[in-house]
């Protein structure tokens, strides 16, 4: 019996497995998985694979980021904490930092973000060099696949 067998007027719960959705290398030691894009809401959860010695450029956040560490480690210069499998991290509206993984990692590092809102991607100078949201998030992960030559992929968005 399904969801919708069960009860017709409540919304039934979306699945997608991790072959389901491809994890594209994207440059830079940075691999990505978009699990969910809704534009509408601003909301994009993505599953990152980062190679040892990756830095992600300084941004700041437009709106609250979850962040749940499956393996490896990182961190953000700014602060000492080390995220390792298993750390869960919160990060306010406002919060600028930038990612990095150790080079001394002997494993990929593996994270999964739910991201609201935007990352204001920043130069030395605080200036905007480019903006990532969810719909360019997930626009760019159908053009990597395309570009592979895989199918578009079923990723969740929020015209279901």
Known sequence: MTATEISPAFPSAIHRGFDELPM????????????????EQGLWVVRN?????????RHKHTGPVFAFTIAGSWRYLEYPEINTAGSYL??????VHTLHVPE????M?????????ANLNLDA????TSVYDAQFIRD???LLCEAQGLPRPNVITGAL
């Not at 919160?90 to 919060?95: D, I, L, Q, R, T």
Request: charged share 20%; net charge negative; glycine share 12%.
């Open 24 to 39: 594209i290398e994207v440059g830079g030691g940075v691999h990505i998985q978009v699990l969910q894009a809704d534009v």
């Open 104 to 107: 001394t990692n002997t494993e």
């Open 125 to 128: 100078d605080d200036n905007i």
């Open 49 to 57: 694979h980062f190679e040892p010695g990756t830095t992600i450029e």
């Open 90 to 95: 919160y990060e306010p509206a406002g919060s």
């Open 140 to 142: 760019a992960y159908y």
């Open 109 to 117: 590092t593996d994270v999964w973000f739910t991201i609201h809102g």
